[in-house]
């Protein structure tokens, strides 16, 4: 079971307090109406299933009812870091493959 | 029978306090401090249990978790049986009365163990799945038979009266085993300040401390863990649990504890102070460090015949020896591939009992405990091994043979050792299975030849789970590792100097799995690798043969670490034979995965107080009483108990329901509508998150007004409606369906804070304040005249109005809408005042024959007027459009509310879209079933394509016939076609396709 940080209620909270709402930073095209069929079936229903990093969206359903995001491994359950809606996350799969190309460039 | 085997002195028994207690049938005698285990050693009861497969005899082998064999069934009541105790495990009480797992007709006389003993060519791995291969069909036949051949215990058929709780910590340091890493790591942690749990699976703390031969600051070890366990309780921030098993290591260090209560006192949990204790404990911890300090099980030597009665774990030997008091047999043999083996030898020699010989793999073994040995005049057989067991229901000798390890294969000539008992030790493998459960691999050590953990963060290893053997290292690692703990928590770790304890010079082991036979392993006598699955080496050769190579195909071909045992004594073994076989390291071999749990668990200590009503909450209304009073039937509706009808005398169902429908159209009725969900909306803002919420337009409602409204998700199709009213400008009060009602907050919440943060609007859920009682029919206004304050005329409260009242002199909401198609007041007052309202209502209402109905009534007469349930008629592929209901579709709205842009996609706009339709059965009599499939043709071909499904169907009393609601490929192109319908008879309806709409379809019942 996660431990969970929820970034409104400045506390680390157990997993049964919220629920996950799948991939977080789906953007909703802004503009629905001139948005092609394809954008809009993309927007609608296609989503991630990254192993290792992966940014959620929780919901603190019976805390402060907010919702924030997540940064998970999905292999090993590591959570990196929360964060509240509108901002964006710090831990990405580009930052951790940056790090790792400059270990490689080091060689 | 006497006990025996009982030595006169020694041991942590309490000679003065004997217990009776029944195994099979029989009645024996054992002592306070006994395990189950111990105490059927010390009666001479050789023969425990049959094998699950073979049903071979098997005895004690072990003397904890680890046991595969000693696997009981325990209970002196119906109600108080558990399945597959491990008698190592059980401690003895009075009374105690426990059976053999398996065994027909008994563990001493059994039936297929005479098919068993025909030989194992007979049972390879798979043979039931071979040999029942054919015909498939009679596959269901031989399981019945294979099923009850092979089985581990049985449930109890009468309901557990045992109370089980859940309790949830949260720790700085949890500590996994009480033996000398886990009490030294407690002791640096604990004297840091740090919250501790300490747990330990067995009876008393102190684990391999109870029966060492080594002192501690010159006294016996048991002494230190007195002392220790002492101070650790006067420390108010520990929390010492013993019969407690860490069970389940789970993500982000949440481990669960199971603490066994009162089993060690009675079958079922005793009284005190007039109540039943709780029988369990599980502890839900949460902890900022885990010291794993679960120490390391010996591993034992797979020789032939390695499973009759009489051969032991060498550990378990000292065990029952210092312990117990208990020694298992006359003559030992011993077979071992390290120092640490000896000391059964020792303690066996010690007792007063002959050791024949010690035989020992090792060409040169050396070390202060060979000495020992030596000094005892004990004769040591270097370079060798015990290849084979005598003897069918006991130990009568052993076979010894020079082995070449590295070639696999026995030297020279053999020689039969007469003995009852054979200890065997192959060396240690760490208790790792806490350290696999979140999924980490473990590494291979190759100086341990042992798996040790690969890392979890947040827990930190001690003492033999790190591969630390002797007393001096383990204490030593586990008090950093306490103190390392309590400095990770945020504490000032104090240092602790370690106790004096002698060193011990330790000879170097020498790696030896399965002992080579003068036969090759397929022709071999059976050399058993897991005994509690009945799985040999030949079986894993086999199974490597037939080309299950990975080692987690092996497990799952053969058996090996199934169930309960969990791979505790034969993974390593079943590795190392997979190994060798496949010409691979170990480590390339690899491990299967550990799962929780450790050991087996009674489902109430994981139910806890979540049983019946606490599992799955009721929810009632506050009319509740009022509707018992009326005799109601209810119906779960998601957690609300609601009315379903109320029959009167000996009425049935149908009949009810018939007269309940007729009441509402010709007279008024009652519905209690309190479960509708209720969200207050507030904010300058609400109206327009209501026009994006919403399919339809809420610009122009006005204050005292009310709208129905229907809820898509963004894919456009149906999630929910519900009636709103407008309170004031900016205040309105929503309903919602009575099962989607926290969903549809939940969404708004959604909506609200990730999409569009700048509307001002706050939502607030209002079901449980407000009870809402619906009076309908003909004569609702004359009723609603005698009980409210205001003018109800149709001019003053004209239809979608809704008005402040007093009625029955509370405050109360009337909202003026119609889910019956008649005329219609739904009465909403605060909760607490709901039983004088509805009292005032029937007083009143008598004259008018006021009719309490149920949601079955309900149902009806909204599908007689084509409501759509959201739900019954939709499944989440249904838009506003395939409902008819393109008046409730908002187009013009200016922002692209939510669902919109998805209706204009292109598999929203086929025209062949199942739509809602009403279904008129040609035979009046004929009720459709619910989930029919429509079909096009009356002749039955194959393929059959289906157009549709039945979602609604009833008997219509005003009609005279059944109707039904259906969703149908382009159905309202379809309007006055026959179609067909099967039902579960087998016979076959036609029906008209009809507009859902069967009565009153203009509209004019409301608009009075």
């Not at chain 1, 997993?15 to 109406?33: L, Q, Y």
């Not at chain 1, 997540?70 to 710090?90: A, H, N, W």
């Amino acid at each position: 079971m996660l431990h969970i940080y929820c970034p409104h209620c400045d506390e680390h909270r157990e997993e049964e307090e919220f629920r996950s709402k799948g991939e977080a930073h789906i953007a909703r095209p802004p503009e629905p109406e001139s948005a092609s069929d394809e954008d809009w079936g993309n927007y609608l229903f296609f989503r991630k299933n990254p192993r290792g990093l992966h940014h959620e969206q929780w919901f603190h359903a019976v805390g402060c009812r907010k919702f924030f995001n997540v940064t998970r491994d999905t292999v090993s359950y590591e959570i990196l870091e929360t964060y509240k809606p509108g901002q964006q996350p710090v831990v990405t799969a580009e930052s951790r493959n940056g790090s790792a190309s400059d270990k490689g460039a080091a060689k | 029978m006497s006990q025996r085997n009982r030595l006169g002195t020694g041991g942590r028994i309490d000679r003065t306090r004997p217990l009776s207690f029944n195994f099979n049938g029989v009645s024996l005698q054992g002592f306070a401090g006994d395990t189950l285990a111990s105490a059927l050693l010390a009666n001479g009861v050789d023969v425990v249990n049959r094998s699950f497969k073979y049903a071979r005899p098997r005895g004690v082998m072990a003397a904890g978790a680890d046991e595969p064999n000693a696997i009981v069934q325990l209970g002196s009541t119906e109600a108080g049986q558990v399945p597959n105790v491990r008698a190592t495990q059980q401690a003895l009480y009075n009374g105690l009365v426990a059976k053999s797992t398996n065994g027909w007709p008994n563990v001493d006389r059994d039936v297929m163990g005479l098919l068993g003993s025909l030989g194992g060519q007979f049972m390879p791995p798979g043979f039931y799945y071979k040999t029942f291969m054919t015909p498939a069909s009679a596959w269901p036949k031989y399981e019945q038979y294979i099923r009850k051949a092979a089985g581990l215990g049985r449930s109890p058929v009468e309901s557990d009266p045992d109370i089980y709780d859940h309790m949830n910590h949260h720790c700085d340091v949890l500590i996994v085993g009480a033996g000398p890493s886990g009490l030294a790591a407690a002791l640096a942690a604990g004297r840091s300040g740090a919250r501790v749990i300490l747990c330990d699976e067995q009876e008393e703390m102190g684990g391999s401390l109870l029966d060492s031969r080594e002192s501690i600051d010159g006294s016996p070890a048991a002494e230190w863990v007195a002392t220790v366990l002492a101070e650790l309780a006067t420390l108010p921030d520990v929390l010492l649990l013993a019969r407690t098993t860490a069970n389940g290591y789970h993500d982000h260090n949440f481990v669960t504890l199971h603490e066994r209560r009162t089993e060690h006192l009675a079958d079922l949990a005793p009284q005190a102070n007039g109540r039943r204790q709780s029988r369990a404990r599980m502890h839900k911890v949460r902890a900022k460090r885990v010291v794993l300090a679960t120490g390391a099980l010996e591993r034992p030597l797979v020789y032939g015949r390695n499973d009759v009665p009489g051969n032991m774990l060498a550990g378990a030997v000292s065990t029952f020896i210092r312990r117990y008091g208990v020694i298992p047999g006359k003559t030992l043999v011993l077979s071992t591939t390290n120092d640490h083996g000896y000391r059964a030898a020792l303690d066996w020699h010690d007792a007063g009992r002959t050791v024949v010989a010690i035989v020992d793999a090792r060409d040169k073994p050396d070390g202060d405990l060979v000495a020992a040995a030596r000094s005892r005049n004990i004769r040591v057989i270097s370079g060798s091994a015990v290849i084979e067991a005598q003897g069918k229901k006991r130990v009568t000798s052993a076979v010894v043979a020079a082995i070449d390890i590295e070639g696999f294969r026995v030297m020279g000539s053999t020689q039969e050792l007469g003995c009852d008992t054979i200890a065997s030790s192959g060396g240690y493998s760490p208790v790792i299975h806490l350290a696999a459960h979140t999924g980490r691999r473990p590494v291979w050590r190759e100086d341990l030849f042992g798996f040790v953990s690969g890392g979890v963060p947040g827990q930190i290893a001690a003492g033999g789970v790190n591969g630390r053997w002797s007393l001096r290292d383990a204490l030593e690692d586990g008090f950093e590792a306490g103190a390392r703990a309590a400095a990770e928590a945020g504490l000032n770790a104090v240092t602790v100097t370690p106790p004096a304890v002698a060193a011990v010079r330790e000879g170097k082991a020498v790696a030896l799995y399965e002992v080579p036979h003068t036969k090759p392993t397929m022709r071999a006598p059976k050399q058993f690798v897991d005994q509690q699955n009945d799985v040999t080496a030949a079986g894993i050769e086999l199974a490597t043969r037939e080309g299950f190579e990975s080692i987690e195909h092996v497990k799952r071909y053969t058996g090996l670490g199934f169930g309960t045992d969990q791979g505790k004594l034969g993974n390593i073994n079943g590795m190392a034979i997979a190994a060798r076989v496949t010409k691979q390291t170990i480590p390339e071999t690899g491990t299967t995965v550990f799962r929780p749990n450790y050991t087996p668990i009674a489902f109430g200590a994981i139910a806890g107080r979540h049983c019946d009503e606490l599992f799955d909450p009721r929810r009632y209304t506050a009319l509740h009483a009022s509707h018992l009073e009326r005799g109601a039937k209810f119906e779960e509706v998601g957690q609300w108990m609601r009315p379903w009808y109320f029959p009167r005398g000996t009425e049935s169902m149908h009949d009810a329901v018939q007269r309940e429908c007729r009441a509402v159209r010709e007279g008024v009725g009652m519905l209690d509508a309190s479960t509708l969900g209720k969200i207050e909306i507030q904010g300058k803002d609400a109206r327009e998150f209501l026009n994006r919420l919403y399919t339809n337009a809420w610009t122009k409602l006005e204050p005292g007004k009310c709208r129905y409204g229907l809820m898509c998700k963004d894919d456009g199709m149906v999630m929910d409606d519900g009636v709103t009213a407008c309170l004031a400008e900016n205040h309105f009060h929503m309903t919602t369906t009575t099962g989607g009602a926290a969903g549809v907050l939940d969404w708004m919440e959604l909506w609200h804070q990730t999409e569009w943060p700048e509307l001002e609007v706050y939502f607030n859920s209002t079901t449980d304040n407000w009870v809402a009682m619906t009076i309908t029919g003909p004569k609702a206004r004359k009723l609603l005249a005698e009980v409210a304050d205001i003018d109800v005329s149709a001019e003053a409260f004209p239809y979608m109005d809704w008005r402040e009242a007093k009625v029955a002199g509370v405050p109360a909401r009337i909202f003026r809408i119609s889910f019956t198609g008649e005329l219609s007041y739904e009465i909403n007052v605060q909760a607490n005042y709901a039983m004088h309202v509805c009292k005032a209502l029937f007083e009143k209402g008598a004259k008018y024959d006021l009719t309490p109905y149920g949601t079955e009534t309900m149902h009806v007469l909204r599908a007689e007027k084509g409501f759509v349930i959201i739900g019954q008629e939709t499944d989440g592929s249904v838009t506003p459009e395939d409902l008819g209901m393109q008046w409730c579709v908002g187009y013009k709205k200016p922002y692209s509310w939510i669902g919109r842009r998805a209706l204009s996609r292109p598999d929203t706009r086929r025209t062949d879209r199942k739509q809602l339709v009403g279904l008129k059965p040609l035979d009046p009599k004929v009720v459709l079933q619910e989930g029919a499939q429509i079909v096009l043709e009356k002749e039955i071909k194959i393929p059959m394509p289906m157009y549709g499904h039945v979602t609604s169907s009833y008997f219509s009393p005003v009609l005279g016939h059944g109707f039904a609601l259906a969703l149908l490929k382009g159905g309202s192109e379809r309007m006055g076609q026959t179609v067909y319908l099967s039902s579960g008879d087998g016979s076959l309806h036609a029906a008209e396709v009809v507009s859902p709409v069967f009565y009153d379809p203009k509209g004019t019942r409301h608009h009075v």
